[in-house]
C-alpha cells in the first residue's frame, strides 16, 4: 500500500482515517495489512449517542480493552484522553457540544498506536484516533457526515 | 466502489475525504470514477501557510475558478465560506488560529458539490470541503498529520 | 417604514431584530406591516429556560409549526438549525451555555424568512433569527439584557 | 415612549440596540428622547474595517471622547473593554476574528451608560454597547447584517 | 511580606494566588497577615465535583456567606460572577466543561476582594478569584494539577 | 517545604505556579532548593508583548537553550508546545488573543519538567509551564494580574 510516488509508506493519521473512513469497504483488508506490517497496535468501534461523555467513554474504552493503551498508566491515559477530545473538538467545529445543542452523532471511530515516519527518527510512539459518521437532528435523514482527529505523542 | 455490503454508493462527505487524503495514492482514481458517475462537481489543491487567510482563499478561490460554486452568487459564496471555516475549526482543534500561535500548514483540500444520498429524497445541493495535511512547527518534521472537514447546504 | 433617507426599505435582519425586540411597543404594528409589505414569513415566540436544548427545541418548533421553515426538508431545517446556534452563540458570548454555567435567559424570539435586499440580485431566500431578552441568575431583578441574532441562505 | 403596556420606560439595553439598529430612520429621534428622559449618556458612531482591534479601538476612542466613561479611570476602561469583547464576540458568533478569517464589517455602534430599571433598586450604573451593521467578504454585496451587544456593571 | 525588592507589598492577585496554592503549608499564616494589613475581605473554600455548576454554586456562596460581596446587590453579584467563569475557563484551557466531557476537579478556591496598587490611584474595589487543585479522570491518581483565575472590578 | 501536614512534598505544578509568582520575593530561594531536591529540571524568564507569537516563542525558547526539553526531539518539542498553549489559554480565558484584542501582556514564566508524585507510580516525566504577570491596554497602570497554567507528559 506505497503512495503512487512509490516513496513512502502510509503514516499513522492517514491509515487511522481510512481505518475509520473504510470500515463498510473491501478496501480495509488492504489498510489493515499496512496497519500490521507497520507493527501498529489498532482497534475500531462505534458509537450513537446525544452525551458526548458516551462518546469519550466509549472510544475510552476500546482503547483499553484492545490493549491500545495501558489502562494503569496515567500518562498513556493522559495522552488518549487529550487525542479524544481533539477528535470531538474536530467534529464539533466550533461548539463543543452534541446533545445540549440538540444533535447527535453515529460515529465509527479508530485508534492507532505506533512511530511516526518522517524525515526526523522520532524516538517513542504517537496516538491517533479518528471517528467518522454523522451529526444531525435526532431523526433519520436529517444528519449529515462528519470527521474527527486527535494525535499525540504517548 | 460499492461499500462491502453492496448496498450504497459512497456518500458526498466520504468521497470528499478520501480525495483529500489518497491524492498521491493508486486509489485516487476509483475515488474520481465514482465522483464523476454520480456527477458530482469536485476539484482538489494544495496551499502552506503560516497565515490562516492564505489557505481560506486558497480554497475559496479553487472552488471559484473550478466552477465548484459560482461566484456571483452570494448564497453559494456564503455557504461555501462557512463550510471552508468548519474545516479550519476542525483542523484547529479548538484554536482558530495557525500562524499567531506559531503553526504552520501544509493542506492538501478538496471540494465536493452534489446531491446528498440518504433515506429522505434530499432536493438539492450540498458542499463538501476536506483538508488533509500536516500541522506543526515551521520546522521539517516536527509537524504531524490533521484533517479538517465542513458541510453545508448550498 | 422607510429609512430617513428614503432611498431603501428595512432589510430582513434589521426586521428580525426590530420583531424581537419591540414585542411590547406600539411600533411593533409597524414592523409587521413593513414584513407583510415585502412578503416575508415569519414568526415570534417567547422561552424561557436554564437548558439550552429547550432554548433550541422553542425555535426550531415555533419555525415548523408556522411554516417559516418545511420540517421535512432537512435543507431548511439544517439551515435554521445553523442560524440559531449562531443566535445562542451571540446570546452566549463566549461561552455557549447557559444552565451549566448556573445562568437562565428569558427571550421574546423572531424567525423572518425572505429574499435579501442589496446590492446584488440575490436568488433565493434567507433566515434569520434574533432573540432579545434578559440572561443572569435564576433570581428575580439579578439579570441583564440580551440579544442573538444568527443569519444563513435557505 | 412607553412600552405597549404603559407600564414600564424602555430599558437601557434596548435603547442601545435600537439606538444602532434605527441611525438611519426617523424613530431615531424618539429614542434619542427617552435616552435624555431617562438621563443617559450616550453616543454612536461607525467603523468599517478588516481589522478587529480597528474595531475595537474605535468604540474605545468614541467612549472615552464623549465622556461616557472617564479615560482617566481604570476601572471604568476595563468594563468598557470588556462589553466591548463581549459585543465583538457577539457579532463573531463562534470566531472572534475577522480580517484573519478573510471577513470585514461596516458597523453602527451606540454606547450608552446609566442605571437599569427593575425589579431591585440597582445602586451605580451600567454600560451597554450595541453594534449593528453587515459582516461577510470584502465585496460589495456579498455580506449580510449582524448585531452585538455587550453588558456591564461601571 | 515585601518583594524581595522592598517596594512593594503583594498585589491582590498575587495573593489571592498563594491563598489558594497554600492552603497546607506554614506560609499561608504569612498570606493571610498580609490579606489583613491592607485590609482586603478574603475566604477560602474546597468543592470537588464534575458538575461545573457545583463549583460555580460552591465559590459564589461561600464569597456570599462571608461577606465577600453583599448578594443583595446585582452589581456585586454580576461582578464576582465574571470573575467565576474567568477562573473556570482558565481551569478549563479551551474547553469549558468538567463531567460533559469525562472529567472531574477537586479545588481549593480563594477570593479576595480590595483595592489594587499600582501607580494609578485606583477608586473602589476589585475582586479576585483563584482555585487551585486537581483536574482529570474520576480515579485517583490520575489527575493533575491546575490553577484558574478571573479578576474584575466590583 | 513540606506542606503542613508534613506528610508530601510540593507537586511540580505548584513549584511551577510558585516558582513564576514569587520570583521578586525572598520565598523563591526556598521553592528553588525544593525544585532542586525533587531533581526537577526547571527555568524562568519574562517576555513583554502585544503579539501572541512572541509569547509562545519565548518560553519554547527558554525551554530549548535551559535544556528544559530536547530541541531535537519532536515529541518533546510537541509535549512542550501543548503545555504553552494551555497556558495562554489559561491567561486569555476565552479568546485566545492579545494584540489582535488590543491587549498586551507582561509575564514571569516558569518551566519545570520532572516526575510526578501521587497515589499511582508514574513512569516518565511531565511538564509544566506557568506564567504570571500582567494582561490590560498598552498603558502603565490600566492592566491587572493574570496567571496561566499548562501540563503534559513528555
Known sequence: ???????????????????????????????EQELKSQDFRYTIGRVGAMDMIK???????????????DSNKYREVHSLYHAIIEAIQSIGRGVVQFGDILRTVGLTFAIVRGKMTGAVEHEGEWI?????????APKK??????????????
Open 1 to 31: 500500500m506505497q503512495e503512487a510516488s512509490g516513496s513512502t509508506s502510509f503514516p499513522i493519521g492517514k491509515l487511522a482515517i481510512l481505518l475509520a473512513v473504510l470500515q463498510e469497504h473491501e478496501w480495509k483488508k488492504v489498510v
Open 141 to 154: 435523514g436529517f444528519e449529515h457526515e462528519a470527521i474527527g482527529f486527535g494525535f499525540n505523542h504517548i
Open 128 to 136: 491517533a484516533v479518528c471517528a467518522y459518521g454523522t451529526i444531525g
Open 55 to 69: 462518546v469519550i467513554a466509549a472510544i475510552e474504552t476500546a482503547a483499553k480493552n484492545n490493549n491500545i493503551i
